[in-house]
T-cell receptor, first 116, second 116 residues
């Protein structure tokens, strides 16, 4: 089974509107971390936000927030007040366990296009 | 945040030659680094996990004799693509776990390899 599933290959959003990028995950490990990365056309992976499996509150970082629904195993990224510079690929990722040496499993990504 | 650099950012080589890619953590020590490859419009695929001072752990299907990884210091890991062929053309990205006990992996800007 896929560890990380992103069902939206592409999304469009009007500038200044909010958009939700979906991510579901699959793990039997009670300890895990969830990450979102942004990859613009230049290729670099930019860390956006992190949610630990034991975190009680949803993570927020500026215009980014993570809608963490543990029972549903979903970790959707919400981008508020979209900007043209938000157009990029977005990857959801998970690391199982508490060992930082464990690798990340990535989803297939969602390409977000912000329309002026 | 933590900064990871890669060099070169792009390289074109002839089939049969070897190419070395460097990954450096600039402002933190990384005991573990990861090497990924990404084909166009696809997600990141983990190739190997590199631990300082020990042999790298390769993912299934990745030829360790073809993709040589050396993690000689806490700030430098290298990936050497030996006897490169056109099918090795890809985007190679390294990452390192952030210092100061964070769980976040920070990524380098990537290296685009084209083998003629």
């Amino acid at each position: 089974a896929q560890k990380i599933t992103q069902t939206q290959p592409g999304m469009f959003v009007q500038e200044k509107e909010a958009v939700t990028l979906d991510c579901t995950y699959d793990t039997s490990d009670p300890s895990y971390g969830l990450f979102w990365y942004k990859q613009p056309s230049s290729g670099e992976m930019i860390f956006l936000i992190y949610q630990g499996s034991y975190d009680q509150q949803n993570a927020t970082e500026g215009r980014y927030s993570l809608n963490f629904q543990k029972a549903r195993k979903s970790a959707n990224l919400v981008i508020s007040a979209s900007q043209l510079g938000d157009s990029a690929m977005y990857f959801c990722a998970m690391r199982e366990g508490l060992n930082g040496a464990n690798n990340l499993f990535f989803g297939t990504g969602t390409r977000l296009t912000v329309i002026p | 945040g933590a900064v990871v650099s890669q060099h070169p950012s792009w390289v074109i080589c002839k089939s049969g030659t070897s190419v070395k890619i460097e990954c450096r953590s600039l402002d933190f020590q990384a005991t573990t680094m990861f090497w990924y490859r990404q084909f166009p419009k696809q997600s990141l695929m983990l190739m190997a996990t590199s631990n300082e001072g020990s042999k790298a752990t390769y993912e299934q299907g990745v030829e360790k004799d073809k993709f040589l990884i050396n993690h000689a210091s806490l700030t430098l890991s290298t990936l050497t693509v030996t006897s490169a062929h056109p099918e090795d053309s890809s985007f190679y990205i390294c990452s390192a776990r952030g210092g100061q006990g964070t769980d976040t992996q920070y990524f380098g800007p990537g290296t685009r390899l084209t083998v003629l």
